[in-house]
């Protein structure tokens, strides 16, 4: 609620006069402790200095700004992607390393797949003359709010400090697409942005992975809690807490008894023994119809970083395989990640919200189907397996309960900061075709937006371009043995995973010439910019589908 | 003097803006038009290749190109030249998806012609934004007859009749000529099977049991066997009706032979499921493919007397050496001729909404080796609307059930089947339409 005040202040008072009155009303910014200090890299034969600037702003968020020598003018505003905000104990799969075991508040610079990266990419825009800042948000989760309010203070802050700046663009990826999106929507501040396999909103991102969780625990293990966690009702109350490490254990369970049953019979592999709910009519499908259904109804992609939903083994198989076992195998691979995400993420929501915020009470799942069910009708055995499928979670279903959400807490998902569509600056959207975490239906959906707020007199045309990474057309690999075999790197164009740094020096340049003439590259510059890469496209026609969530 | 020289130079500026006006005016309309120039048009045909559907349906792409390059040899068509570029999507969706996307992003293809498949089109459609880019999807090889909802795929043309038509048709002959004997339906449990099965209810037909219905892909020996040993045991002479493919046909024919089972039962395979050429070559014994009773729109590729038949096989043998000439290859062929009578009655100045209304004016007179009417309009997608009754000897041969050809016309709702007295245009001089 503070935070919701304060951004309310910060809107009206930097769009009547941005910098100086800011600065004026929050002196305490310029008070914070500032560190900076010289120093610079070996670029081939030249020294590039730059000078970096750390800190923390008022509300505790960590900032870092480098400044090189020779400045051109502008800055990169970047934003990371989402933290969690929960810390898990070591868990096989979820948390391993024990990444997730520590709070995350360093800022970060630049997009990149590693820290090494992220440098990487930094370092050549500073060599380029131009500066770049991040801020690490004092709060992790699903902060968007806390996050704008960050990067607003810290540009603010690097105004302040390097009257020279005179454009600032922003970038981010996942949750930090969505915050820079809203960023560069509302306050005026922003001169142009390029949003990396964007976020939805708070609202359709956990409704997408409570869909999926509520139909793992009503198909596959009745005993996950999934939603309505015990609120705690004090600082050493872990109930709600251990209901979650009680669920990401179940989830594995579920997780591993299906992977090994279809590695056993990929044709007919069997339900696990958890899935006390279904009656054994219900069993004589084969499980991965069960998964294929499960991601089709929740909107989730139909490829994955192995599968492709297309190849098959050589043999007998080779077709049956493509059609009806590897998309299965693809949800299931995505599902794996995308579910600790949304459980998690889940649980954070309603530590945030007070309660459940997931609502499928009046949900028509059978309605989400689709032409799905004609696409993929062999992949989900038949029109009268989909059938039974789809009555069992009909919401008459008594052994298939529904969840309801409480009230204010869906308001409070509601009201988290969004963007809306009413692009006012160039912006750029880079996203995978095949991710699971953010499906491509987030993008239509800005689209969709843009093009209603255009329609309304709210946005201009020609500010949004929209840039697409496909997989190649086809890509499992299959071992002798016939098992498919994992690609040490994700898989282009699928998964939630960061651009190479070639890709991503592409959109900082395209993202740079935006910033600086006010509009965005050509459709034809842009394809230009990217013609060596087979795996980017960009076609204005090309429509992915929207969520159910959205729909 | 100063006045003249503005004067002369506004006159000049003029001549030279009139100049390039006309120029621009007299520039072809399809300058803009994707897939067209001058000497070429670009077709994409996106299909199976490889995978078992290729075995069926391999040979199309190829039959297809070989038709346009007689037509290129002979002039194309209004001195363009007809490419068709072919991507092998191996009967799935998600393959027709991407590939279809390749044809119209990479490829720059100014139409699609005879994508096969209901599930790998539906997908394909919507994946490759063909609504949205308008592009024409002609002559489609799937009966499904949700691709008659123009409103959902508003560029999209089907050449086959659809499968609820087949079905009341079948229901018709079966009524009219196994009356009082039980009935039978193992049908594939998607759109294709679903479509069939209400097709037999619209027309009034109960089977004796709940259709057998099984997933695509599923059917397997002892599932077959399986089947049959259960319906052995009705009495009398049941008709089998099978709505499936071809190489499902030939595993339940086979599972037949195994238990015994073969004249049992009356055979009655629908019109994808009948090809006898995949039959015998998926191991059916010819005496088993003997008396298979099918549904047909097409005449048998085996009969040469046919004028379409006998030009098609010739074109064939030019231009598509070492391929049999078989009904993939008849089909193909005369799907590639209709395309080329839409584009020539598309006119010299091919847009990609000019074909579409060129189909649906004048593509019900097309000339086609059908031996049913074509009933494009611009309300009805739909290609061929009805079948004939034939039977296949152990050659493989589809002759006429019964001796006299007869055909029937209907259509895929309430309406009745009818004995139809249509009589195809004549085949085009050589094989080359002339129309306009």
Same mark, same amino acid.
């Given at each position: 609620m503070k935070n919701l005040k304060l951004k309310k202040g910060l809107t009206a008072l930097i769009t009547a006069a941005l910098v100086a009155t800011f600065t004026a009303v929050i002196p305490s910014t310029a008070n914070a402790a500032d560190s900076c200090s010289n120093t610079g890299f070996i670029d081939g034969a030249k020294y590039v200095a730059f000078q970096k600037c750390t800190g923390t702003d008022d509300n505790g968020s960590k900032y870092e700004i480098r400044m090189p020598a020779k400045?051109?003018?502008?800055?990169?505003?970047?934003?990371?992607?989402?933290?969690?905000?929960?810390?898990?104990?070591?868990?096989?799969?979820?948390?391993?390393?024990?990444?997730?075991?520590?709070?995350?508040?360093?800022?970060?610079?630049?997009?990149?797949?590693?820290?090494?990266?992220?440098?990487?990419?930094?370092?050549?825009?500073?060599?380029?003359?131009?500066a770049v800042a991040g801020a690490g948000v004092q709060v992790n989760g699903w902060s968007v709010p806390e996050a704008i309010e960050a990067n607003m203070l810290l540009v603010v802050k690097a105004k302040d400090m390097f009257p020279k700046i005179n454009k600032v663009v922003s970038w981010g990826d996942s949750l930090g697409g969505h915050i820079s999106q809203s960023l560069s929507e509302q306050y005026g501040i922003i001169d142009a942005a390029a949003n990396l396999h964007l976020a939805g909103s708070a609202a359709n991102q956990y409704s997408y992975a409570n869909d999926v969780l509520w139909m793992y625990k009503t198909l596959f293990d009745p005993t996950i809690k999934g939603n309505g966690y015990t609120q705690p009702v004090s600082a050493t109350d872990t109930r709600g807490y251990m209901e979650l490490i009680g669920d990401i254990g179940k989830l594995l369970t579920v997780l591993n008894a299906l992977g090994t049953a279809i590695k056993t019979n990929p044709t007919a592999p069997v339900w696990p023994e958890t899935a006390t709910n279904v009656p054994d009519a219900l069993k004589a499908i084969p499980v991965r119809s069960a998964i294929l259904l499960i991601g089709l109804l929740a909107g989730m992609p139909t490829q994955s970083t192995t599968y492709d939903a297309s190849s098959g083994p050589a043999g007998p198989l080779e077709t049956t395989f493509g059609a009806a076992i590897s998309p299965a195998l693809a949800i299931l691979e995505n599902t794996s990640t995308a579910l600790a995400l949304g459980v998690i993420g889940n649980y954070d929501a309603e530590m945030r919200c007070g309660g459940s915020i997931f609502d499928n009470t009046a949900t028509d799942y059978s309605a989400r189907l689709g032409d799905n069910g004609t696409i993929f009708a062999a992949g989900l055995s038949g029109k009268t397996s989909t059938a039974g499928m789809l009555l069992f979670l009909n919401r008459l279903n008594p052994a298939a309960p529904r969840v309801a959400a409480s009230a204010a807490a869906v308001a409070c998902i509601n009201n988290?900061?969004?963007?809306?569509?009413?692009?006012?600056?160039?912006?750029?959207?880079?996203?995978?075709?095949?991710?699971?975490?953010?499906?491509?239906?987030?993008?239509?959906?800005?689209?969709?937006?843009?093009?209603a707020a255009i329609s309304n007199g709210d946005a201009k045309p020609g500010l949004l371009l929209n840039i697409w990474n496909k997989p190649p057309d086809s890509y499992t690999e299959f071992a002798a043995t016939g098992a498919a075999v994992t690609p040490t790197e994700p898989t282009t164009g699928t998964s939630h995973y960061m651009y190479t740094n070639d890709q991503i020096l592409v959109i900082a340049k395209l993202l740079a010439s935006a910033g600086k003439s006010g509009k965005l590259p050509s459709v034809a510059t842009a394809k230009s910019a990217l013609k060596n890469d087979s795996s980017m496209f960009i076609d204005p026609l090309f429509t992915p589908e929207l969520m159910p969530q959205d729909k | 003097m100063i006045r003249n020289k503005s004067m002369r130079r506004a006159s000049l500026v003029s001549a030279i803006v009139a100049t390039g006006a006309m120029v621009l005016s007299t520039l072809p309309a399809q300058a803009a038009t994707p897939g067209v120039t001058a000497t070429e048009i670009k077709l994409g045909i996106s299909s199976p290749l490889t995978g078992s559907a290729g075995l069926s349906y391999g040979k199309v792409p190829g039959a297809m190109k070989a038709y346009f390059n007689y037509i290129n040899a002979n002039g194309g068509v209004y001195g363009r030249k007809i490419t068709l570029i072919s991507r092998d999507d191996k009967y799935l969706p998600t393959a027709a998806a991407t590939q279809t996307t390749n044809l119209i992003l990479k490829d720059n293809v100014f139409a699609l012609v005879g994508a096969l498949g209901t599930a790998t089109h539906s997908? !394909?459609?919507?994946? %490759?934004?063909?609504? *949205?880019? /308008?592009?024409?999807?002609?002559?489609?090889?799937?009966?499904?007859?949700?691709?008659?909802?123009?409103?959902?795929?508003?560029?999209?043309?089907?050449?086959?009749?659809?499968?609820?038509?087949? !079905?009341?048709?079948? %229901?018709?002959?079966? *009524?009219? /000529?196994?009356?009082?004997?039980?009935?039978?339906?193992?049908?594939?449990d998607d759109e294709f099977g679903t479509d069939g099965v209400a097709g037999f209810k619209t027309a009034g037909h109960t089977f004796t049991l709940a259709p057998i219905l099984y997933p695509q892909g599923s059917m397997t020996s002892a599932r077959a066997e399986a089947a049959l040993t259960g319906l052995s045991a009705v009495p009398g002479k049941p008709v089998v009706v099978l709505f499936g493919t071809t190489d499902v046909t030939a595993t339940i024919l086979k599972a037949a032979e195994k238990l015994a089972l073969t004249t049992k039962f009356t055979w009655y395979a629908g019109s994808v499921g009948a090809d006898a050429n995949t039959l015998l070559a998926l191991g059916v014994k010819p005496t088993t493919v003997n008396g298979v009773i099918s549904a047909s729109f097409m005449p048998d590729a085996k009969d040469l007397t046919d004028p379409y038949v006998k030009q098609f096989a010739d074109i064939n043998t030019k231009y598509n050496k070492g391929i049999t000439f078989d009904n993939y290859v008849l089909a193909a062929m005369n799907s590639a001729m209709l395309t080329v009578q839409a584009l020539r009655a598309a006119g010299k100045d091919l847009t990609r909404a000019g074909i579409m209304s060129a189909i649906e004016a004048k593509g019900s007179t097309f000339a086609s080796a059908g031996l049913v009417p074509l009933g494009y309009s611009a309300t009805s997608r739909i290609g061929y609307n009805g079948y004939w009754v034939s039977q296949l000897n152990e050659k493989g041969e589809g002759k006429p059930y019964g001796g006299k050809l007869v055909i029937y016309t209907t259509d895929s709702g309430a309406g009745a089947v009818e004995v139809s007295t249509f009589v195809r245009p004549t085949m085009p001089k050589n094989g080359i339409p002339t129309n306009s």
């Open positions: 400045f051109n003018g502008m800055l990169y505003l970047y934003s990371h992607g989402i933290r969690n905000q929960v810390l898990l104990p070591l868990i096989p799969v979820v948390n391993p390393t024990g990444t997730y075991s520590k709070p995350r508040s360093e800022p970060e610079v630049a997009p990149g797949r590693t820290t090494a990266d992220q440098e990487l990419i930094a370092e050549t825009l500073l060599k380029q003359g131009y988290q900061a969004a963007y809306t569509g009413k692009i006012t600056v160039p912006t750029i959207t880079v996203s995978q075709t095949a991710d699971q975490i953010t499906p491509a239906g987030y993008v239509q959906k800005l689209k969709n937006q843009y093009e | 997908k !394909a459609y919507k994946a %490759a934004a063909l609504a *949205k880019n /308008n592009v024409p999807d002609l002559f489609i090889n799937t009966g499904f007859s949700g691709f008659t909802d123009q409103t959902k795929y508003p560029t999209t043309f089907m050449v086959l009749p659809t499968y609820a038509m087949e !079905a009341k048709v079948i %229901a018709k002959a079966i *009524k009219d /000529n196994f009356a009082g004997q039980a009935s039978f339906l193992i049908a594939q």
